[in-house]
């Protein structure tokens, strides 16, 4: 399954989130009632505004197996920040995509290490994309399914 990356609709904060255009004024709608269009360039595509707070494309993420070194392709899951909990869990059931570690002096981890990637293009992967490592643990903790960081049917636990 090819990785989709978030919509704007995701992001928090928004300043002028295609607010559409008037169906029969020109300019502010003439009244509380009058039905606002879709705001489209003239090509047709959506318009949006400013993002305050934009969907970020590092992600933190988990080894699905051994690191096998720099320039070797390994799978990793994406993590789902709990804020109740201030931790990143994660559903060991979930996508798994192409990692790449480019870093000299590799610690080489083992399955279920973490840490921030970043989601760059790739021409070589099925997806079109690859994660990059930004920093990973030298150790870790255990691999996936640990109750300790496991969301619970795909959500964060209440």
């Given at each position: 399954m090819?990785?989709?990356?978030?919509?704007p609709?995701?992001?928090?904060?928004?300043l002028?989130q295609?607010?559409?255009?008037?169906?029969?004024?020109?300019?502010?709608?003439?009244d509380l009632?009058?039905?606002?269009l879709?705001?489209?360039d003239?090509?047709?595509?959506?318009?949006n505004?400013m993002?305050?707070?934009?969907p970020?494309?590092v992600k933190?993420c988990m080894?699905?197996?051994n690191h096998?070194?720099?320039?070797?392709?390994?799978?990793?899951?994406?993590?789902?920040?709990c804020?109740?909990?201030?931790?990143?869990?994660?559903?060991c059931?979930?996508d798994?995509?192409?990692?790449i570690?480019w870093?000299?002096?590799?610690?080489?981890?083992?399955?279920?290490?973490q840490g921030?990637?970043?989601?760059?293009p790739s021409?070589?992967?099925?997806?079109?994309?690859?994660?990059?490592?930004?920093?990973l643990d030298?150790?870790?903790?255990?691999?996936c399914?640990?109750?300790?960081n496991?969301?619970?049917?795909?959500?964060?636990?209440?």
């Amino acid at each position: 399954m090819p990785y989709v990356p978030p919509s704007p609709e995701d992001a928090k904060i928004r300043l002028g989130q295609n607010p559409g255009v008037p169906e029969e004024s020109i300019g502010h709608p003439k009244d509380l009632e009058e039905e606002l269009l879709e705001l489209t360039d003239d090509y047709g595509n959506s318009i949006n505004w400013m993002f305050l707070e934009a969907p970020s494309d590092v992600k933190w993420c988990m080894l699905m197996e051994n690191h096998p070194g720099r320039g070797e392709l390994f799978k990793v899951i994406i993590g789902k920040w709990c804020p109740d909990d201030n931790m990143y869990r994660f559903d060991c059931e979930s996508d798994q995509f192409d990692a790449i570690d480019w870093n000299y002096g590799t610690p080489e981890p083992t399955e279920g290490a973490q840490g921030y990637f970043r989601l760059m293009p790739s021409g070589t992967t099925d997806t079109g994309i690859v994660f990059v490592v930004i920093s990973l643990d030298c150790e870790s903790p255990g691999e996936c399914g640990d109750e300790e960081n496991e969301l619970v049917d795909g959500e964060c636990p209440e």
